[in-house]
């Protein structure tokens, strides 16, 4: 097998092939920073591009763009808090409050090398287990996504500030709004009252691009002007105490995002949460999460990278695709005439090889990509800032137009721009509402699947060990949150 | 406006922007044209999608980009599709008979009726297969039969979607094997049915041919029949459901190009002469061959035809999905 590895990178190490990385590489950030662009589509666009490669060469170029985009949607959380997509929105939380404290640097940095770090080793993970985690990861039924999802869910208790009351009353409420739309298994329109647009549910980018960048443009509107603080190019690099409390993130992070990736369907989202809440439950000073905490900055990126690299994992060896961009990744391998799955390292070696040999590049040029710019992207928060607010205003608009060239989006994302300004205003938690937006279709679905499984028999999710083993995880998880709120509970009847 | 200039800008743009409109029959397309496909990105549907695509723009001279829109079996995708301006720069598939039975199924409230688009050209026509896991249990489509007699309502049957070709495929088999019940289970796309039958939570699928064909080639997957009147030779070695004792178990997915209805017949007729010239490029027709997705262009009065006869075909099968007594 090393001999195979060895040989992969002779091969991927040609020009050709390091200049397909590297365009890949490039063209991925350039569409994870454009908002509204999401890896899925910007994958699909390109990959006519790619006909004119042969199928090797293809292959390395769409894996490339596929990561790239998932580190260059964090340049946007940072600097302007607009998720560029679904996998950044955690990220804004604090890597946008450092940015605000002049250290936006830093944040891109341990961003380039938390990402780096996810991805190296969820690819030396992809070399040495491959097979037997991929299978040990199709265990996951219906049933057990069910768990898997409701107990993330539960873990929203982590994401509350000061409020428990307001950190649930906003995970209802993304929920709630994750009804709207289309009925996943039966068909009939909910809570759409009769505009077409809303049956495709309620456009989750559109909602967080308002929820976040344009709360913040209006947050800033009426701040006194002047906040950010000029950085010297020495505090770009984290200080020693952040270094320290980084490397634990950092590989926490990547522990979860590499197994949450081997698991098809999870979606980028929620490890990039998961991974944030593990780390503030860990941290012995959980205030500092929010206010600009460097953890809360690596944890997620480590764990976004180190997913996608994973998510390759099912891909490779079984064929089949975790999320959209690798379906379409999957398409693409059709198009060109290979077939993902337990054959192909069998009768292709040559091209599996040099594929994954192409990711430990893939991720050293990405990092060598990004970490020279950083300095260069921190300079655009001193432009003047009346200038940067339209400029951000404008992209925002632009990018929620092209989600689906539907001028409604933008009208959700101005809307939801006026509601996460009342929000915040309230001190109202912002995260909770998404996760719930993210994790209630999901739930949904996996439940109703899971009953069609078992004819209507709700004993399934209690009589397989896995899906049993999760929704205990997560009852413990809520009892522990309860136990919590015990105390204040008593010491004052009323809540 | 107070200057002259000014006045005289606007009423530019107001002459230009008319002329625009008016322009459009004759120099389209002047702008990209996007091609809707109502499932995921990767599956069959969307594949046959971008091959087509990345060819008809270059006879085209404008970009044709596919744009996914997927959601409850594709009603979504073709809501969207018929709200659309007919002006020919939005189009998509029509996935038949999923399309039809969104209209049919009450349920669904479909707010489109089957005329809501005009057909211009169908590109696949994909014969329905049996399979299942390599070792499962079952080797002939008479074993499954028969344990589905045994046990009714026990085996878990996945189908791509509710109300599709293969939901309606299941119940034509319950048809012609009176006792045999199967405990259907919608999942979303051919993706997750090779997810969960891999997973082994779900012991049989229904599906097309285009999507397993290679593997069940390479032996991964075992083919129990294809739903054809002859065999299909992208799975050489699978018996049709004549072969197997089911000869009235004839099931297809066509996959066909469609407008808004109101498009303007000169647009039409353009976006049908680009779009065959397309397929019948020998890069199409390799390509489409390597993914293992039977082409079939029909065009005009015989697609029309098809069109309405699958539409009747349909009704029956999705009356009796929604009086069925096991959903």
Same mark, same amino acid.
């Given at each position: 097998?090393?001999?195979?590895?060895?040989?992969?990178?002779?091969? $991927?190490?040609?020009?050709?092939?390091?200049?397909?990385?590297?365009?890949?590489?490039?063209?991925?950030?350039?569409?994870?920073?454009?908002?509204?662009?999401?890896?899925?589509?910007?994958?699909?666009?390109?990959?006519?591009?790619?006909?004119?490669?042969?199928?090797?060469?293809?292959?390395?170029?769409?894996?490339?763009?596929?990561?790239?985009?998932?580190?260059?949607?964090?340049?946007?959380?940072?600097?302007? @808090?607009?998720?560029?997509?679904?996998?950044?929105?955690?990220?804004?939380?604090?890597?946008?409050?450092?940015?605000?404290?002049?250290?936006?640097?830093?944040?891109?940095?341990?961003?380039?090398?938390?990402? #780096?770090?996810?991805?190296?080793?969820?690819?030396?993970?992809?070399?040495?287990?491959?097979?037997?985690?991929?299978?040990?990861?199709?265990?996951?039924?219906?049933?057990?996504?069910?768990?898997?999802?409701?107990?993330?869910?539960?873990?929203?208790?982590?994401?509350?500030?000061?409020?428990?009351? $307001?950190?649930?009353?906003?995970?209802?409420?993304?929920?709630? +709004?994750?009804?709207?739309?289309?009925?996943?298994?039966?068909?009939?329109?909910?809570?759409?009252?009769?505009?077409?647009?809303?049956?495709?549910?309620?456009?989750?980018?559109?909602?967080?691009?308002?929820? #976040?960048?344009?709360?913040?443009?209006?947050?800033?509107?009426?701040?006194?002007?002047?906040?950010?603080?000029?950085?010297?190019?020495?505090?770009?690099?984290?200080?020693?105490?952040?270094?320290?409390?980084?490397?634990?993130?950092?590989?926490?992070?990547?522990?979860?995002?590499?197994?949450?990736?081997?698991?098809?369907?999870?979606?980028?989202?929620?490890?990039?949460?998961?991974?944030?809440?593990?780390?503030?439950?860990?941290?012995?000073?959980?205030?500092?999460?929010?206010?600009?905490?460097?953890?809360?900055?690596?944890?997620?990126?480590?764990?976004?990278?180190?997913?996608? @690299?994973?998510?390759?994992?099912?891909?490779?060896?079984?064929?089949?695709?975790?999320?959209?961009?690798?379906?379409?990744?999957?398409?693409?391998?059709?198009? @060109?005439?290979?077939?993902?799955?337990?054959?192909?390292? %069998?009768?292709?070696?040559?091209?599996?090889?040099?594929?994954?040999?192409?990711?430990?590049?893939? @991720?050293?040029?990405?990092?060598?990509?990004?970490?020279?710019?950083?300095?260069?992207?921190?300079?655009?928060?001193?432009?003047?800032?009346?200038?940067?607010?339209?400029?951000?205003?404008?992209?925002?608009?632009?990018?929620?137009?092209?989600?689906?060239?539907?001028?409604?989006?933008?009208?959700?994302?101005?809307?939801?721009?006026?509601?996460?300004?009342?929000?915040?205003?309230?001190?109202?938690?912002?995260?909770?509402?998404?996760?719930?937006?993210?994790?209630?279709?999901?739930?949904?679905?996996?439940?109703?699947?899971?009953?069609?499984?078992?004819?209507?028999?709700?004993?399934?999710?209690?009589?397989?060990?896995?899906? +049993?083993?999760?929704?205990?995880?997560?009852?413990?998880?809520?009892?522990?949150?309860?136990?919590? +709120?015990?105390?204040?509970?008593?010491?004052?009847? %009323?809540? | 406006?107070?200057?002259?200039?000014?006045?005289?800008?606007?009423?530019?743009?107001?002459?230009?922007?008319?002329?625009?409109?008016?322009?459009?029959? !004759?120099?389209?397309?002047?702008?990209?044209?996007?091609?809707?496909?109502?499932?995921?990105?990767?599956?069959?549907?969307?594949?046959?999608?971008? /091959?087509?695509?990345?060819?008809?723009?270059?006879?085209?001279?404008?970009?044709?980009?596919? /744009?996914?829109?997927?959601?409850?079996?594709?009603?979504?995708?073709?809501? !969207?599709?018929?709200?659309?301006?007919?002006?020919?720069?939005?189009? &998509?598939?029509?996935?038949?008979?999923?399309?039809?039975?969104?209209?049919?199924?009450?349920?669904?409230?479909?707010?489109? &009726?089957?005329?809501?688009?005009?057909?211009?050209?169908?590109?696949?026509?994909?014969?329905?297969?049996?399979?299942?896991?390599?070792?499962?249990?079952?080797?002939?489509?008479?074993?499954?039969?028969?344990?589905?007699?045994?046990?009714?309502?026990?085996?878990?049957?996945?189908?791509?979607?509710?109300?599709?070709?293969?939901?309606?495929?299941?119940?034509?088999?319950?048809?012609?094997?009176?006792?045999?019940?199967?405990?259907?289970?919608?999942?979303?796309? &051919?993706?997750?049915?090779?997810?969960?039958?891999?997973?082994?939570?779900? !012991?049989?699928?229904?599906?097309?041919?285009?999507?397993?064909?290679?593997?069940?080639?390479?032996?991964?997957?075992?083919?129990?029949?294809?739903?054809?009147?002859?065999?299909?030779?992208? /799975?050489?070695?699978?018996?049709?459901?004549?072969?197997?004792?089911?000869?009235?178990?004839?099931?297809?997915?066509?996959?066909?190009?469609?407008?808004?209805?109101?498009?303007?017949?000169?647009?039409?007729?353009?976006?049908?002469?680009?779009?065959?010239?397309?397929?019948?490029?020998?890069?199409?027709?390799?390509?489409?061959?390597?993914?293992?997705?039977?082409?079939?262009?029909?065009?005009?009065?015989?697609?029309?035809?098809?069109?309405?006869?699958?539409?009747?075909?349909?009704?029956?099968?999705?009356?009796?999905?929604?009086?069925?007594?096991?959903?």
């Amino acid at each position: 097998m090393l001999q195979h590895l060895v040989s992969g990178f002779a091969a $991927a190490l040609t020009p050709a092939y390091l200049a397909y990385a590297l365009v890949g590489c490039t063209l991925g950030t350039l569409i994870g920073v454009l908002p509204g662009l999401g890896p899925a589509a910007g994958t699909a666009i390109l990959i006519p591009l790619t006909f004119k490669l042969d199928p090797t060469g293809a292959i390395i170029m769409l894996s490339a763009i596929y990561y790239g985009a998932m580190y260059g949607g964090t340049i946007t959380s940072v600097l302007i @808090n607009v998720p560029g997509e679904a996998a950044s929105v955690i990220t804004c939380i604090d890597g946008h409050q450092m940015a605000r404290q002049g250290r936006a640097g830093t944040a891109l940095g341990i961003a380039a090398i938390g990402s #780096f770090v996810g991805g190296m080793v969820a690819t030396i993970a992809l070399v040495l287990v491959a097979p037997p985690l991929a299978r040990l990861a199709l265990s996951f039924g219906p049933p057990e996504f069910f768990a898997l999802m409701l107990f993330g869910l539960c873990l929203v208790s982590g994401l509350a500030g000061r409020s428990m009351l $307001a950190a649930l009353l906003m995970t209802v409420l993304g929920l709630l +709004l994750a009804m709207i739309g289309i009925d996943p298994v039966r068909g009939a329109p909910r809570f759409a009252f009769d505009i077409p647009d809303l049956y495709d549910g309620i456009g989750f980018i559109a909602v967080v691009m308002g929820l #976040f960048g344009i709360s913040e443009i209006l947050l800033a509107a009426e701040a006194p002007v002047g906040e950010v603080v000029r950085a010297r190019l020495s505090s770009l690099l984290p200080s020693r105490e952040e270094w320290r409390r980084s490397v634990g993130a950092i590989l926490r992070g990547t522990g979860i995002g590499f197994a949450l990736g081997l698991i098809p369907g999870i979606g980028a989202i929620v490890p990039t949460f998961m991974a944030y809440i593990a780390e503030k439950r860990l941290s012995k000073t959980p205030e500092r999460f929010g206010k600009g905490a460097i953890e809360g900055v690596a944890a997620p990126e480590s764990a976004n990278n180190a997913y996608a @690299n994973a998510a390759m994992i099912p891909f490779l060896t079984l064929g089949i695709p975790s999320s959209p961009t690798i379906a379409v990744l999957m398409g693409a391998f059709i198009i @060109n005439g290979i077939t993902p799955g337990p054959f192909l390292f %069998q009768e292709r070696p040559d091209l599996v090889w040099t594929v994954i040999a192409s990711f430990f590049i893939g @991720n050293v040029i990405l990092l060598a990509l990004n970490l020279p710019l950083v300095g260069l992207w921190a300079k655009l928060l001193h432009l003047p800032f009346p200038y940067l607010c339209a400029g951000v205003l404008l992209f925002c608009v632009v990018g929620a137009y092209s989600l689906q060239q539907s001028i409604f989006d933008v009208w959700v994302m101005i809307a939801f721009g006026i509601i996460g300004y009342v929000f915040r205003k309230l001190d109202l938690p912002l995260a909770p509402l998404v996760l719930g937006l993210i994790l209630g279709p999901a739930i949904e679905k996996s439940m109703r699947t899971s009953l069609e499984m078992s004819a209507g028999d709700y004993s399934i999710f209690f009589t397989r060990p896995l899906c +049993l083993g999760l929704l205990i995880a997560a009852a413990a998880v809520l009892a522990g949150a309860a136990l919590k +709120l015990a105390p204040s509970v008593l010491r004052e009847p %009323q809540l | 406006m107070k200057r002259p200039l000014a006045r005289v800008a606007v009423a530019a743009a107001a002459l230009l922007a008319a002329a625009g409109a008016i322009a459009q029959a !004759d120099d389209f397309p002047s702008r990209p044209v996007q091609l809707m496909v109502a499932y995921p990105p990767g599956g069959s549907t969307d594949v046959g999608a971008r /091959v087509v695509a990345a060819i008809a723009e270059k006879i085209l001279g404008k970009p044709m980009v596919v /744009v996914n829109k997927a959601g409850a079996g594709g009603q979504v995708g073709w809501t !969207d599709m018929a709200r659309q301006r007919p002006d020919g720069y939005f189009i &998509g598939y029509v996935n038949l008979p999923a399309t039809n039975t969104v209209v049919l199924d009450p349920e669904r409230k479909a707010i489109f &009726g089957i005329d809501a688009f005009v057909p211009i050209i169908n590109q696949v026509l994909d014969p329905g297969l049996v399979w299942v896991r390599a070792d499962s249990p079952y080797k002939t489509l008479k074993d499954l039969v028969d344990a589905a007699k045994k046990a009714p309502n026990t085996i878990r049957t996945a189908t791509t979607g509710i109300l599709s070709d293969d939901h309606l495929a299941i119940l034509m088999l319950e048809e012609a094997a009176p006792g045999a019940v199967f405990r259907i289970v919608h999942l979303e796309g &051919g993706a997750a049915q090779l997810k969960e039958i891999m997973g082994g939570h779900v !012991d049989v699928a229904f599906d097309n041919v285009g999507s397993v064909a290679p593997r069940v080639r390479s032996g991964e997957l075992r083919g129990l029949a294809v739903m054809d009147p002859q065999r299909s030779k992208f /799975v050489p070695d699978v018996p049709t459901t004549k072969e197997a004792g089911y000869p009235s178990v004839i099931s297809n997915s066509t996959r066909g190009i469609a407008a808004p209805k109101g498009t303007p017949q000169p647009v039409l007729k353009k976006l049908e002469a680009a779009l065959r010239k397309a397929m019948e490029d020998p890069e199409h027709v390799q390509k489409m061959d390597a993914a293992g997705l039977a082409l079939k262009i029909m065009v005009g009065e015989e697609y029309a035809r098809y069109y309405r006869e699958t539409h009747a075909q349909a009704k029956k099968y999705t009356e009796w999905a929604k009086n069925r007594p096991h959903k």
